[in-house]
Every structure is written in C-alpha cells, then in structure tokens.
C-alpha cells in the first residue's frame, strides 16, 4: 500500500474522522452487477474483495457476521429482485433509512467501509455526522437515558446471535442513543430497529424529533467507481437514495466490509476465536 495512503488512513484512525474517501482505486474489468448476494460468492470481484480488506487493515480488524451473506467477510450490496421495498441493503425502491450498523449487537463494527464497482445512475450514499447535529440540551438528555431498545435488524433474522440477544438480557435491556464523554459523544440509531417500552411517551417523542433533526442534517455522496467510503459507525448513521433497479448487469455494486478496532471484543463474547459472529 502507497505510505500516503497509510498514514491517511492512520491520521483517520487518530483522529476519529467521522467520514473519509479514498479515490481512484484501480478496478479490473468487472462481470455484470450480479441479482443478489449469491451470485457474486463464487469469487466475483475477489481482487477488488482483496483490496478492501487491505486498505481497511489500518482501520481495525475485519469481520462478519454467520447469518450475513454466508458468513463471508466482504459482502455484496446490489439490488435483488423482490427486494425491492425491504429494509435491507438489496432494496432499491424505498430509500434505506439511516442507521448504526448492526447497532442492536455490543460488538458492531468501529467502521463500515464501501468500495464502489459500479454506479452509472449516481445513487447517492447518506449519512449524518453526530457533531453537525445541534441537538437541544432537553433532547440530548432524554436521549442519554437508557431508555431505548435496540432490536436486530432483517438482515440478521434467523440469525443464532440475533436470537439469543433477543432471549438474553443485553437483548432485552434498555441503553441509550447518545453515550460516551461530553466533549465527543457516540451514536446508535436506527429508527426501524429502535423502540422504546410501553407508556415512555416521553422517549418515543424524543425519538422521532431525532429522526427528524437526522434528516434535516442529511448529506450525501455519489460514489465513482473506485472510489471508497469508510463511515465511522459510532460517530455517524448511513443510509441510500432509493433508485430505480434494472437488474441488467449495470445497476449499482459496491462491496461492504465491516472493522473492529478490538478483535478480542468479538472472542470475549463467543465460546470460539473467530472473526465471524455466530
């Protein structure tokens, strides 16, 4: 890897950058946007597969989820039919709503990381950075409280880990949506995968102005073929532009690998040292 790009990344790292862009990666020529996840398993993009988890190491370590994609490490985002209107990566018809990735799980990754193959209609990624927010004191108070429960979301459903959160107290335990030191405060948000307990009129209502304070402060990036994005998953929520899927071989494909500054955060909770939640 180029020493520029290194000590990019490392002063990224340093600095808790909420969001950065590493442009002009080299592509190989590419086989069609494949229709879903499982038509790219057989190796499909491996070097451009390769080349992320490279430029991600500086970051933290990689790692993947057994009810994701197989239990690979890279996953492919594209559109698949029938998929169109869910709340997952694969829809294309309905905007995917910004959120924490994998923010029902204590070991989310630090950073979500996606490497563009191909973007011909410009799909434009969202997110909202936790400090361009000018929340009022009230607001961020409630939400400070542990009074939220953060639910997992489809793309773990029938998931082990998933189910056994949902049966175990870090599942069924309420935490807060703002959390760590004052001066630089965390995120976890998904406003699909987020509820509060029965009768908290106060926590709900706090919920949705914040919903609400996130889609006025919504930015957006198209990204270019070659281009990579690296969010930092504590500091800023992501979404996508809804758009209209060809399912021709040209719609948009990105490859998505998830980082964790700690590996050991993932061994201390397993029964097993693998990188790959189960």
Partial sequence: MPERVREFLGQ?????????????????????????????????????????????????????????????????????????????????????????????????GDYVSLLCLRNPDAVRTTFVRLGSLGL???????????????????????????????????????????????????LRFDADFTAVEDGDDEAAAAMAELDEQLSAATESIALAPGDLLFIDNYQVVHGRAPFRARYDGTDRWLKRLNLIRDLRRIYATADTRSRIIR
């Fill in 136 to 186: 009022p004191e009230k607001l961020q108070k409630i939400l400070q409280d542990s009074r939220f429960r953060f639910l997992p979301d489809d793309a773990h459903v029938g998931g082990a880990c998933a189910e056994r959160l949902r049966a175990g107290p870090d599942g069924t335990g309420l935490d807060p949506i703002i959390f760590g030191p004052p001066e630089h405060p965390y």
């Fill in 12 to 108: 990224v790292r340093a600095d808790e950058a909420p969001v950065s862009v590493i442009s002009g990666l080299p592509l190989q020529t590419l086989p069609p946007t494949p229709l879903d996840w499982t038509a790219a398993a057989a190796g499909v993009g491996r070097r451009e597969e390769l080349l992320l988890v490279l430029c991600g190491l500086p970051l933290g370590e990689p790692f993947g989820w057994a009810a994701q994609q197989g239990g690979r490490l890279v996953h492919d985002v594209c559109p698949s039919p029938a998929m169109e209107r869910s709340l997952t990566s694969a829809c294309s018809a309905l905007p995917l709503s910004l959120h924490t990735e994998d923010g029902f799980h204590p070991c989310r």
